[in-house]
């Protein structure tokens, strides 16, 4: 199994990305899925997550900016990040908790893709 992030970048302040994780590989359903962040020096904190019934939480500096969301038929879930600020600067991460087998689950991780705010 594999998590694959794309939608990562530049952007100015103020501005919005769209985030995208694909899970690939002998998936048999996902469970509950999140977007990570981690600034330099920084611990990774979870930013925004969403469970299979889709109901979400989010941390309280991206409320009301970011929006998580899935495709349960693609196997994707996406962070839609609005009124992007300098503090949003990090490496996100996705993470899934997925089933390979009725019996097998466990955590996956993505490989990280770079948000920079800057003007």
């Known amino acids: 199994v594999q998590l694959v992030e794309s939608g990562g970048g530049l952007v100015q302040p103020g501005g919005s990305l769209r985030l995208s994780c694909a899970a690939s590989?002998?998936?048999?359903?996902?469970?509950?899925m999140g977007w990570y962040r981690q600034a330099p020096g920084k611990q990774r904190e979870l930013v925004a997550g969403?469970?299979?019934?889709?109901?979400?939480n989010y941390e309280d500096s991206v409320k009301g900016r970011f929006t998580i969301s899935r495709d349960n038929a693609k196997n994707t879930f996406y962070l839609q990040m609005n009124s992007l600020n300098p503090e949003d600067t990090a490496v996100y991460y996705c993470?899934?908790?997925?089933?390979?087998?009725?019996?097998?689950?466990?955590?996956?991780w993505g490989q990280g893709t770079q948000v920079t705010v800057s003007s």
């Open positions: 993470n899934a908790d997925i089933k390979t087998s009725r019996f097998m689950d466990r955590d996956y």
């Open positions: 590989g002998t998936i048999f359903s996902i469970g509950a």
């Open positions: 969403i469970t299979r019934g889709c109901s979400t």
